[in-house]
């Protein structure tokens, strides 16, 4: 079965500082993989995906992934956060034979002043 | 374009009282998804349908839970008799699958207090 695993619960950051929110999969074969956030009180909305080819993803509101399928993982990156950007952070991951997803935990994006 | 629909955004009920959860999918995708999101287990995949057909119903938590598509726009997900424990925010998502997994656009949740 597929799995993520978000390596961080809690990531506080000043704003316009750059953030990585780690992701690491599991999977025994090709996979898909997403990000979502999901700000509060709301649904998740899809940031970025990652099916194949290039293995860097750019995503929306600035943020880009990058697969390594090496290291197995799928960090997500931003050069400069804004305090809008404060949400819960999901990565997920999907085999090539069911469209369902599976979640990590999530990651708690707090961008301050 | 109306995103995914669900329908009561809020609900409390007591204990042994039965639950129906309604979601509306984007016209045109033919793949349906429930899931549960919790403090303690975080988001969990209840069940989905792909062309109103049952595909995986593995994480529907025991019979007091079951759900519905009769039709392309239209799902229902019941928990009877409820319990406390199924106090969660259930968020019903939809796609279009063709082959490779396609983005799924999540509805605004329902959440849902059994006391």
């Known amino acids: 079965a597929q799995s993520v695993t978000q390596l961080d619960s809690q990531v506080p950051v000043f704003e316009e500082a750059p953030v990585e929110l780690r992701c690491n999969y599991s999977s025994s074969v090709s996979v898909y993989l997403f990000w979502y956030v999901q700000y509060p009180n709301q649904g998740l909305q899809l940031l970025l995906k990652y099916l194949s080819g290039s293995t860097l993803v750019k995503g929306i509101n600035g943020f880009e992934a990058e697969f390594n399928k090496s290291q197995t993982s799928f960090h997500l990156r931003k050069p400069s956060v804004h305090i809008s950007d404060t949400a819960e952070y999901f990565c997920a991951v999907s085999g090539v034979l069911r469209d369902a997803l599976n979640f990590g935990k999530g990651t708690s994006l707090l961008v301050t002043p | 374009d109306a995103g995914v629909i669900q329908s009561p955004r809020h609900e409390v009920t007591e204990m042994g009282q039965e639950v129906t959860l309604r979601c509306k999918p984007i016209?045109?995708?033919?793949?349906l998804f429930w899931y549960r999101q919790t403090m303690m287990r975080g988001l969990e995949l209840l069940i989905y349908?792909?062309?109103?057909?049952?595909?995986?119903d593995s994480g529907m938590p025991e019979d007091r839970f079951s759900a519905k598509m009769p039709n392309a726009s239209f799902s229902t997900l019941k928990i009877q008799p409820s319990e406390p424990r199924d106090s969660a925010v259930y968020f019903c998502?939809?796609?279009?699958?063709?082959?490779?997994?396609?983005?799924?656009?999540f509805g605004p949740g329902t959440r849902l207090l059994v006391l």
């Open positions: 349908f792909n062309n109103n057909v049952p595909i995986d």
């Open positions: 016209s045109g995708h033919n793949s």
């Open positions: 998502a939809s796609s279009l699958s063709s082959g490779t997994p396609a983005a799924q656009y």
